[in-house]
């Protein structure tokens, strides 16, 4: 089956630097990218649609210049926080889709935790 | 526009119990619904999917119907097993959202031996 992969699966900062987190797809071509943000005991909350080789679409309310989103390769996205907060700590998951799948596979997420 | 809405949780049930997690859903066409399930600490993992009304997806025990009439993709099983405690999520996909999943809240299931 579809794979998708997420880099590192936790990591821990200080409060004002940035954090890179990398999805990819392992056997597969991901035309479409999702990063989604998690808080505990909620849903799953869309930041942005990426599209490889386009700038990413992001949901209301979801801060560009703080969530650097880029979709460079078929294989691999990148989402980086930008100048961290503790109000920044969360689960991120990422998930791919691309042509013919009519459906998205998720990444195993990773866990931010800003101190 | 689309939504999903599904039972509130947490559920608490035996082993061996029955299990329903109601989920209906708004959206116009013919969308593509799916449940996924989350372990603790963990991403989502599809549990099972119908892409037409009446189709009914299974996987592991679990059981839905897609039923356009009533809007619904009821999650069942027949026989939990504590294995089963997670979150289930429900989740429609409709390409007038540009291929984006819409959740619903998430429903948290607790099997107790």
């Known amino acids: 089956g579809a794979v998708v992969s997420q880099h590192p699966s936790r990591v821990i900062c200080k409060s004002g630097t940035s954090v890179k987190i990398e999805c990819r797809s392992l056997?597969?071509?991901?035309?479409?990218m999702f990063w989604y943000r998690q808080f505990p005991k909620k849903s799953l909350m869309l930041m942005a649609t990426?599209?490889?080789?386009?700038?990413?679409?992001?949901e209301q309310g979801v801060e560009k210049d703080k969530f650097l989103i880029n979709h460079a390769s078929l294989t691999l996205s990148t989402l980086t926080v930008t100048s961290a907060h503790p109000e920044d700590s969360s689960f991120y998951i990422c998930?791919?889709?691309?042509?013919?799948?009519?459906?998205?596979?998720f990444g195993p997420g990773t866990r931010l935790t800003v101190l | 526009g689309n939504s999903v809405t599904q039972m509130e949780g947490p559920v608490t049930l035996s082993e061996e119990a029955f299990l329903t997690i109601n989920c209906t859903y708004t959206?116009?066409?013919?969308?593509?619904l799916f449940w996924y399930v989350q372990y603790p600490g963990e991403g989502l993992q599809l549990l099972l999917k119908?892409?037409?009304?009446?189709d009914k997806g299974s996987n592991k025990g679990f059981e839905a119907t897609y039923r356009k009439e009533t809007t619904s993709f009821h999650l069942e099983k027949g026989s939990v097993q504590v294995s089963d405690s997670a979150v289930y999520f429900c989740a429609l996909l409709h390409y007038n959202q540009g291929g984006k999943l819409i959740f619903g809240q998430g429903t948290e299931l607790s099997v107790k031996p």
């Open positions: 056997d597969f071509q991901a035309t479409t």
């Open positions: 998930s791919a889709t691309g042509l013919g799948y009519n459906e998205q596979f």
């Open positions: 990426s599209n490889e080789g386009s700038k990413a679409t992001y």
């Open positions: 119908a892409t037409k009304a009446d």
């Open positions: 959206a116009t066409g013919y969308p593509s």
